[in-house]
């Protein structure tokens, strides 16, 4: 570690109130390589991590956006499959810098991390021409219990930055009814009967979405299966389109 006062090992044990205090009022480290962050800079990751932002898999396959071995257009799970999430595209890899950035907002309480996210999706975002022609944005919900122990969303603010960049507007059409367990956690079929019917349009939205082309907003993506369940119950509403754009694929 640094010179400074700083770092997540010097904060270790304090809370994430405290922490959330110290990291305005201190010099601190960057979340990934522990470098200087100059005093009065927002940034939670030094210039030259947020320079290394892995860029997303490549060859891709062309619906979910997942890694492939071979350059062919879809990975086999998406290979001459319909999908209610038509498309997802990343604007990073998860791995290096990345993963650092959703540990601080999704373990350490740091919003702040999460704007920083959000800013790198609102810049990345013209790179995608298929992220064009959307109507709004939909943050992809949480559990409200999750919600109220995390203090925020960290989907909501992601979409935050992604509609001050494009002037979309934000549409949170959706709720979490079910499925408030950590996916990530969960392998592939475990996950699947977990978020299956886990999202709906809230009452009173459906004729809102219907006919929109509704763009979905999440931090990272695995295996798409949320995305795809958030996606479903968008389009069983009437929504005319639904894809995902989310800061990290892992
Ligand atoms: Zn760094
Ligand atoms: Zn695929």
Redo the contacts with the bound molecule.
Sequence with gaps: MTGTFAGASAYHGMGFLTEAALHILLPRA?A??R?DIPLGDAEV??L??RELLPEPPDPACLRCGGTLGVRRDFCRSCAGRLFACRLVRAAAAHRGPAVSLVHAFKFRGLPCAARAAGRFMAREFARHGELAGFDALVPVPLHPRRERQRGYNQAEILAREVAAATGLPIMCFLERRHGKGPAWRMGKEERQTELSGAFAVRSGCEKDTTGKRLLLIDDVCATATTLEECARALREAGAADAAGWVFARA
Aim: proline fraction near 0%.
């Design positions: 960057c990934h390589c470098g990751l030094c030259s991590c």
